[in-house]
């Protein structure tokens, strides 16, 4: 990442969409862009239970409009996306489990969600840049690790079903309209700003949680599982240079920490940081076992290459700056 | 394809779905199966301008149940689908260009539809054997002909892009439900029963018609585009052989007669068939020339192997077949 002289060059003044911007990885890019200079606009549906919270973007509410629509409304997305120089797509149903229930929602907001934002591009502002976010659930049960951009694609939930189907709509704007759009098959992410309230996503978030409250933290299987866990700040760094570099357009990246840490390992470290909490070891769940994707790494290879990027924050400081976080501010996302 | 002695005894009394089924392929299969003997309900949304025509299944009409309901509606399709053997799911929007003015009914039918499906089978009969329809347009621009199976997908409409987003539906519920799912994806199919009052698709037709009315056949650029065209009766065949071997289940087939034809020639056997009409070489349009795959020849070696198919029907042959159904129907296709 060059220095933030050269970044406030590159997005001072620029008009910036962020869908699901007020969840953790939207707010997160929005606070980043706001001290950088852009003009920030922030679109949420805060549809229950995702991540979206008002008391992410406190420290730069005055500097950026917040937009309470969803993709899903065209006449709306349609008003937000004229003028827009990039666009950072992160609104979505954000469980894979809960996808398992209710596909419809899923393929409602995870697939014509984005063909509705994707289409009012193309016809109101077919110059921005537009970075959609992918999940590493997309490959479905891993053949080989690290996994790159390569690897066979065979979901196991409709979320990571319809985040394929959504990518192949990038793709697709981009290879016949030109649309200089930007996929991201992004890891597990964690740190600052996620929801608090459950454990549907954000795993390392939630740990964090039940050992604030010293509680268990039940872990499934013998905890060898292997996942690869992106801090916030890392990942944020990457959707920015995706956002204005060359090289990005009409590429699919995977992003994630390149690392690869056992399931027990990162809860030990949860406990460790936060000094309270304790581990229990339970069998795996039926409904769990028919989508566990096995080990996964990602193989940084090619975003490293092409947009110059690399992750800086460990597992170990991730966790520590993030139990900071929510010991600071705990009373704005959960009770 | 084993003798019909053989089939009767597989089909008689088997309990069938065909959605769709008042169109050229459904109508077709439901001709064949119900002389056979099976219990066929066709679903059919009358939606215009596609293909349905109650005329197409004149023949069986006592023999068969027609029910009037749309794949996206899951309460019908629930009634429908429960106690059903064999679902053959050929509903669709099936305009490749229509699908580029209107993006959202594409995804709404070629998707959602059949995610609808695809969800009443798991829930209320998760013993039936699906057969989806894809299409050769599903693999966007030709890098190597013939093709096979793996030849990369890049779509240029979004018709080809919902068909394959549906093909992945298909491919998961095989996977993680293991419900017996079978994918088509079929070259340009032409004969008896397809509509005629356009010429969004079923080329082949639409150049019969013309001559029969002894008008100008436009062909684009120099006619030499190749295309592969399957005779109806063939492709109802790979259907049937579909519905019950063990070796289509969970499999992707590229369905075509294996013969590359140029777009010139096939025009010229249609008008020494017709004795009738004449060809003029105009330019490409340009929303033409934006979706055009280049040459096309289907690789048959799976299908072949797997399920024992072979094709049978020259262009010539069908197309002669193809102009006396219409010679002696014509008042109930156009006029």
Redesign the interface.
Known sequence: MRRSIGLSKIFNGKKVLITGGLGMIGSSIAIKLAKLGAEVTIVDSFISPYGANYFNIRDVKNKIKINISDIRD?ESIKCLIKDKEIIFNLAGQVSHNDSLEN??LD??IN??GH??VL?AVMHYSPHARIIFSGSRLQF?RIKKIPVSEDHPL?????YA?NK??AE??Y??YH??YNIATVVFRIANPFGPRAQMRHSKYAIVNWFIRLAMEDKIIKIFGDGNQVRDYIYIDDLVNAFLLASFKQEAIGQVFNVGSGVGNKFRDMAHLVITAVRKGKIEFVPWPTNYV??ETGDYVTDITKIRRELGWTPKISLKKGIEMTYQFYKEYKRFYWD
Chains 1, 2 share one sequence.
């Open positions: 065209r596909p419809f393929a409602d697939y014509i063909l509705t289409d479905g065979q979901p196991l939930t409709p079903l394929l189907a192949n709509l793709l697709f290879r016949v028919n989508v």
